[in-house]
């Protein structure tokens, strides 16, 4: 779906239909991440996991920024020091391990060295974390 189309008889959006393009397609993805979680697809879930976080920092970096258009990377540590949202040490922390996740889709000879790591609990673990993180982005968008 490209999002750049006539919406509501407007060819562009404006910034808050872009943050909430973002916000809608980043609820989706979570509930997405719970059916994979539930199914035992660990792996998937977690690189929607990341997605979800991409999406919301996203959402800011359309908040915080002139253009509508965030860049078009993965990185969620490039991408949230071109925000004014303020994280924590640990927060940096976290984001960094998260960006792993977001080649599991796109490199599948890293996906089985990742298969073998991240089981129920371990995963389980990062969605609460990644829950919370979403929580607090969601509250400050």
């Not at 562009?12 to 809608?24: G, S």
């Not at 991440?33 to 359309?62: I, R």
């Amino acid at each position: 779906m490209f999002y750049l189309t006539l919406h509501q008889n407007r060819l562009f959006l404006t910034k808050e239909e872009h943050i909430a393009y973002w916000v809608r397609t980043a609820n989706r993805d979570w509930r997405t991440v719970q059916d994979l979680y539930k199914s035992k697809n660990y792996l998937p879930a977690l690189f929607f996991s990341h997605l979800v976080l991409e999406k919301l920092v996203k959402g800011h970096w359309v908040k915080d920024n002139a253009s509508n258009t965030p860049p078009k990377i993965h990185n969620l540590i490039v991408l949230i020091d071109n925000t004014k949202y303020q994280i924590t040490d640990d927060d940096k922390d976290f984001l960094r391990a998260m960006n792993q996740f977001q080649l599991e889709g796109r490199y599948p000879d890293y996906k089985n060295t990742l298969y073998r790591l991240y089981k129920a609990t371990k995963t389980n673990n990062i969605l609460n974390k990644v829950n919370i993180f979403r929580k607090c982005l969601l509250k400050n968008l």
